[in-house]
DNA sequence: TGCGCGTATGTCGATATTGACATAAACTAC
DNA sequence: GTAGTTTATGTCAATATCGACATACGCGCA
């Protein structure tokens, strides 16, 4: 009998898996973020390798230095389209964009400066 | 001296590199498109594979069932964002994720069906 | 000092993307 | 047959994201 105290909860609007649900949500959206900031990393690492300067990268890709700069801060109003986009227009190899999604990656800033 | 003819294909309206900024664009384009494609057939093999209706996916996400079709229907509506995240809550691995992104695969109809 | 260059940040109107819903179609199993 | 399950398609109001622009900041150099 699982009916009892199960029945009581649901109707107080909890259903059986609500906390895994939570949990489950939240590792994926550590999964999401995590992939994003290593998209984000070989963003900026592979503009600077090409020796191209923000301005040039939007020129690229059609956009605007300030969407790249946005990007590369890891503001919130980046889609991952354009971050890859970004990846792609900056002259990433196929390879590079692929390994860019080892999301064990070291931490950014000290890869780059 | 690259000033005269130059000068008048921009004055023209034209750019030195515009050729090549359109085939650039093109190709990124198409290397956006054969991403998506790789991962959405990623998020149909993962899904059936952990016996997922697309009713429990979208749960699993907080999405629709609607947008769950849309997404391995490859509609023009969805971004990157979602086919990731449906990727993640499918419950396909950081490997599988990776490998996703190989351009080179096969036919998704083949292997799945 | 001021100038040029690259980058960061905030704002805004236009567009893209979203979940939700209705509904149809395809497919089993009875 | 038809009832149940899964998937496909269209629509829409709410929200997210976009490029563009202004502007500030840091930094090297004359």
Redesign the pocket.
């Known amino acids: 009998m699982k009916t009892n105290k199960l029945m009581r909860l649901e109707a107080a609007g909890w259903t059986i898996g609500s906390t895994e649900d939570f949990l489950q949500l939240n590792n994926d959206e550590a999964q999401m973020v995590a992939l994003k900031f290593s998209l984000v990393c070989a963003v900026k690492k592979s503009?600077?390798k090409h020796k191209?300067?923000?301005?040039?990268?939007?020129q690229r890709?059609?956009?605007?230095?300030?969407?790249?700069?946005?990007?590369?801060?890891g503001?919130?109003?980046?889609?991952?389209?354009?971050?890859v986009?970004a990846l792609i227009a900056s002259g990433a190899s196929t390879r590079d964009i692929q390994s860019a999604f080892k999301t064990n990656e070291r931490a950014c800033d000290v890869a780059l400066k």
Chains 1, 2 share one sequence.
């Open positions: 503009r600077i191209l300067s923000q301005i040039d990268l939007a890709m059609k956009s605007s230095q300030s969407r790249i700069a946005k990007i590369e801060a503001d919130a109003s980046v889609s991952l389209d354009l971050i986009r």
